[in-house]
């Protein structure tokens, strides 16, 4: 059975509807460089994660490495990129874990973003602030 992510009925509502763009994905997360805009590999990554790519949220300080499906998605899938942002990471490199990543997504995009979300126990606490 596959983990389905389901919104609220206020926040689908809001939701764009169709394929998010490069440009969509630069104006949601402006930690993101803007010399990749003309990337393909990032036009292909941004196709294929765009679902994810909505609902990803920066973690919160309180939240660390451990936050719900939102913080992973943002762990996972842009963080590498805001990294390269800051000047910690070569452009090649961070093309190559987008690379990898993509390919990873490619044997099971199904189950994919599953993944990305550790699991946990039942009963336990929400990560964040207490």
């Known amino acids: 059975m596959a983990l389905q992510i389901r919104l609220s009925k206020d926040v689908e509502d809001r ?3 169709g394929p998010m763009t490069v440009d969509e994905f630069l104006a949601r997360f402006p930690e993101v460089p803007r010399d990749l805009r003309d990337e393909p590999l990032v036009a292909e990554y941004v196709s294929a994660f765009g679902h994810l790519l909505r609902l990803a949220q920066k973690p919160s300080p309180c939240v660390g490495g451990g936050g719900d499906a939102p913080h992973q998605f943002y762990l996972r899938l842009v963080n590498d990129l805001a990294v390269y942002g800051i000047g910690l990471a070569r452009r090649d490199r961070t093309l190559a874990r987008l690379r990898a990543t993509l390919d990873e997504y490619k044997k099971q995009p199904a189950t ?6 550790p699991p946990r126990a039942p009963g336990a606490p929400r990560p964040g602030c207490a």
């Open 15 to 17: 939701a764009p509807r």
């Open 112 to 117: 994919f973003a599953c993944t990305l979300v």
